[in-house]
């Protein structure tokens, strides 16, 4: 069974994480949560495999901070 | 309002019972007669089995209540008898479209698969099919259907049910070996036996337009917006039903007055913005809902059977509401049915609320998804259904997530302890458990349907290629099956007339298409037992008749 990938996978992390923060910079929280919904339905497809789905859900809800 | 139906009112009519000394008794008794009370009482007809029908009123479902009515519940009504009459009278429909705001986001197709004699769907309002309902009682016989008879009391031992009915008359007690309670989602039977529907309400009111308009302004479809820009609200359904009526669906949100919207001075400006200026309408008919997902703990308690809304309740959004029902009843029917004569044991009546319990609990799973779909529970859920919405113009993966209502698919048993468990490979959707496809065939150089052929028994599928497949053996296993305690009547499906005397209780029929095989995933001397529902319950590669009355003993809980 796949797992999900928690070790390096990016080539250019640093590239990618950038891009993304750019993604975000002049938009409204409102316009921000929009990208981000996009962007994970987008991703959650492309990887469609539910099992590494939930295991990264379950790491996402780990730790969060409290309310 | 309302002025494309009359309400027929049905007399009340004294029972002899009445005047008895003592309280008569009958074998069946059904609380009810809503659209799964009657469908009850027709399915026991059609087993033989006398029952007395009580409804507290005198007429049909009076105002805007179920619309959509599934494939399935079309082909169980078929059974019944009155299949042909609700297709004819009803809106056939197939394709749905969904809009975002101002636009058609995409449009989709229910029954993408050809070859079925019933459509996807049909859009009837629910007095049509309860009025066709009660003509078939009459012209059936052996259903006493008296109205305006109110059970009031119920009380059971171990030998069966009494119950107190009030009339214009007085009431009167009468007694039965098994009583079902169709008394709809407010169940007075389910209270009084201390039992509970469990489940949770959704905040969220709707209101329920049915609006007489000219039809060349909307194809028969169903329209459903979310965002609407004609409506502040989170979403808007259209629908058409018979006689140019159209059902608009309008959610409201929690804090909306339901007195207040439910009056025709602020309905009218509502449905004018939505349909706009030019088209002309009259309202029919409007009320505010919200709506309950929840079920029953168990459908049973000794002699006493709940089916339908009394049983569960679902929200409208994939219309479930009726169509399970009627899967209930069809459920119940055939082993009530067996048990009553002896044939099979008590326990078979467990598995009824067995398999219907895991039926409701896919319909409120489908049901709830829907309903938080289209009403988001929070902000972010909100956020996460527009990004699809706006994914969906484009995409097609994203379409595959919204969620509109689903159509109503009947529940599938595959865990049931009725079904034996297949020894050989297959693929395809026939498994153990699954309701009967449809395909065409015809008999006796008459064209039809597959499920024209089964139910009300249980049935057998032979599939053989040819004349040399059948040998006498053969011939002789199917006739023994057909001569058991629980018959079984089967079919020789072939792809070509077959010149063969067949002995009593086996049949041929003709898979013009080659349609019926391919979805029975058969080969020469595939063989498929089907309950007296119409759901498989074993199947094997080749025929063999202990391991067929082993699944018919399995099927009947023995
Ligand atoms: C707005 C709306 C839209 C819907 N749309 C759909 C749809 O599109 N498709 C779908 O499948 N379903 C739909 N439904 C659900 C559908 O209407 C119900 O599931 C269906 O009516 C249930 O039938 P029933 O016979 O179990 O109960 P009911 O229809 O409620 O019938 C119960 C009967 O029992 C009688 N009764 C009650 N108590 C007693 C008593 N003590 N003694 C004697 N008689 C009694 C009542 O008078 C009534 O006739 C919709 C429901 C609503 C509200």
Redesign the pocket.
């Known amino acids: 069974m796949t797992k999900l990938i928690t070790d390096p996978n990016l080539l250019q992390p640093d590239d990618f994480y950038q891009e993304l923060t750019d993604l975000h910079r002049d938009l409204t929280p409102e316009q921000s949560a929009e990208i981000n919904a996009k962007l994970i339905l987008l991703l959650c497809n492309h990887i469609g495999d539910q099992a590494v789905l939930s295991e990264a859900m379950l790491i996402a809800k780990k730790n969060l901070k409290a309310a | 309002m309302l002025n494309t139906y009359t309400f027929p009112e049905y007399d009340y009519i004294r029972s002899k019972d009445q005047d008895a000394a003592e309280p008569v008794r009958h074998p069946v008794i059904v ?7 009657m469908a009850m009482a027709l399915d026991l007809a059609l087993h033989d089995v006398p029952v007395v029908v ?4 005198n007429t049909v ?1 009076v105002g ?6 599934a494939k399935r ?1 079309l082909e169980i009504m078929d059974r019944l008898g009155i299949g042909q009459r609700l297709v004819d009278k009803g809106v056939t429909w197939n394709i749905g479209k969904v809009f975002f705001d101002r636009d058609l986001v995409y449009t989709f197709n229910m029954l993408p698969e050809e070859h079925h004699r019933r459509p996807g769907f049909i859009n009837l309002q ?1 007095y049509y099919l309860e009025e066709y309902m009660v003509d078939r009682i009459h012209e059936l016989g052996g259903i006493d259907l008296r109205w305006k ?4 009391q119920v009380e059971q031992d171990e030998t069966g049910a009494t119950v107190t009915v009030e009339t214009p008359e007085g009431s009167y007690r009468m007694q039965c070996d098994y009583l079902i309670a ?4 407010n ?3 389910r209270s009084q036996c201390g039992l509970e529907s469990k489940g949770q309400i959704f905040k969220d009111r709707f209101l ?1 337009a049915d609006v007489v308009m000219d039809p060349s302004n909307f194809p028969p479809e169903r329209w459903f917006w979310f965002n609407p820009h004609f409506h502040e609200g989170q979403s808007t359904l259209l629908h058409r039903q018979a006689d140019n009526v159209w059902r608009i669906d309008f959610d409201l949100g929690w804090d909306a007055d339901p007195e207040e919207e439910k009056k025709p001075e602020n309905i009218i400006p509502r449905v004018r913005a939505f349909l706009g200026d030019e088209v002309e309408f009259e309202l029919e008919w409007a009320s505010v ?1 919200t709506f309950t997902c929840r079920r029953m703990d168990n459908f049973r308690l000794g002699r006493i059977f709940f ?4 049983a569960h309740q679902v929200s ?1 959004f994939g ?5 399970s ?1 009627a899967q209930d009843t069809d459920n119940l029917a055939w082993k009530l049915k067996l048990v009553m004569d002896g044939r099979a044991p008590d326990s078979l009546l467990d598995t009824y609320s067995d398999e219907r319990v895991y039926a409701a609990d896919e319909n409120i799973l489908n049901s709830t998804r829907s309903t938080d779909f289209i009403t988001p529970k929070n902000e972010i859920s909100r956020v996460f259904r527009d990004a699809t919405l706006s994914l969906a113009r484009d995409y097609p993966f994203a379409r595959r997530l919204v969620n509109s209502g689903r159509l ?1 698919l009947p529940a599938v048993y595959t865990h049931s302890s009725l079904n034996t468990l297949d020894q050989e490979t297959f693929v395809g959707n026939m498994l153990p458990g699954a309701p009967s496809t449809d395909a065409p065939v015809s008999k006796a150089g008459q064209e039809g349907y597959l499920l024209d052929h089964l139910g009300n028994q249980f049935n057998g599928l032979l599939f053989i290629e040819g004349k040399r497949d059948l040998s006498q053996a053969v011939l002789d296993q199917l006739s023994a099956l057909y001569q058991a305690k629980i018959p079984l009547k089967s079919y020789l499906v072939c792809s070509h007339q077959v010149d063969l005397p067949l002995p009593d209780g086996v049949e041929l029929l003709v898979d013009t298409l080659g349609v019926v095989k391919e979805r029975f995933d058969a080969t020469a001397g595939t063989f498929y037992v089907l309950r007296p529902d119409q759901h498989v319950c074993a199947r094997m590669r080749q025929l063999d008749n202990n391991r067929v009355a082993a699944a018919i003993r399995k099927a009947t809980a023995q």
């Open positions: 609380v009810g007669a809503g659209p799964i009370g009580l409804d507290d009123n479902s805007s209540r179920a619309v959509c009515y519940f629910q008879s109110k059970v009031t169709c008394d709809g989602a169940s007075q039977i329920i809902y089916a339908g809304d009394a409208p219309a479930r509401g009726a169509n029902g109503s």
